[in-house]
T-cell receptor
Framework: DAEITQSPRHKITETGRQVTLACHQT?????MFWYRQDLGHGLRLIHY???????NKGEVSDGYSVSRSNTEDLPLTLESAASSQTSVYFC??????????????FGPGTRLTVL | AQSVAQPEDQVNVAEGNPLTVKCTYS??????LFWYVQYPNRGLQFLLK??????LVKGSYGFEAEFNKSQTSFHLKKPSALVSDSALYFC??????????????FGTGTRLTVIP
């Protein structure tokens, strides 16, 4: 069955280190998204991609970057981890068209702790 | 600016009773509204969406939602709650922004507890 996976599921790192969270989907979806989930904020969009080589900043993109070299993967990189980036991170994907009505499907999440 | 609000952080309901989880929205243009559910230590699962047409939308697991344009609401409902419905529920709205992007904006979530 098609699915979306994230790795690692749990990560503990230190302030200042570079961290990369992986997201892989087998639906062949054009659109992929990264969110962070924090108490009292719901889910907030970090970065998104509408296709290979396309990346865009979301609401809370500072300190994060993504790259899209193929359809299946959208890794999220924290360039220099900060304690404020301790959160649960979700990856999602959706079909390309029509974009306003299509449904996003979410991965299981990565819990990141920055000490 | 577009936004979505879930006015209740916590909803408790007895098993077998009807449940309602509230959502209101504020958008310019036509709203496209979604409900997701999150079980402990899991990702979000899609429940239902309103795009156009009938104001009553039926979704997974016996849930439904009523779109009310005059009240700008999209409340989630179920006629008879199950203990297994206990979870965190998110309402989301999708609109175009000025860059042409069309992404989801989520509410802060409502924790539903069904009491046996």
């Amino acid at each position: 069955d098609a699915e979306i996976t994230q790795s690692p599921r749990h990560k503990i790192t230190e302030t200042g280190r570079q961290v990369t969270l992986a997201c892989h989907q087998t639906w062949n979806h054009n659109n992929m998204f990264w969110y962070r989930q924090d108490l009292g904020h719901g889910l907030r969009l970090i970065h998104y991609s509408y296709g290979v080589q396309d990346t865009n900043k979301g609401e809370v993109s500072d300190g994060y970057s993504v790259s899209r070299s193929n359809t299946e993967d959208l890794p999220l990189t924290l360039e220099s981890a900060a304690s404020s980036q301790t959160s649960v991170y979700f990856c999602a994907s959706s079909e390309g068209l029509p974009p306003l009505t299509n449904t996003q499907y979410f991965g299981p999440g990565t819990r990141l702790t920055v000490l | 600016a577009q936004s979505v609000a879930q006015p209740e952080d916590q909803v408790n309901v007895a098993e077998g009773n009807p449940l309602t989880v509230k959502c209101t929205y504020s958008v310019s243009g036509n709203p496209y509204l979604f409900w997701y559910v999150q079980y402990p230590n899991r990702g979000l699962q899609f429940l239902l969406k309103y795009i156009t047409g009938d104001n009553l939308v039926k979704g997974s697991y016996g849930f439904e939602a009523e779109f009310n344009k005059s009240q700008t609401s999209f409340h989630l409902k179920k006629p008879s709650a199950l203990v297994s419905d206990s979870a965190l529920y998110f309402c989301a709205v999708r609109v175009y922004d000025q860059t042409g992007a069309n992404n989801l904006f989520f509410g802060t979530g409502t924790r539903l507890t069904v009491i046996p």
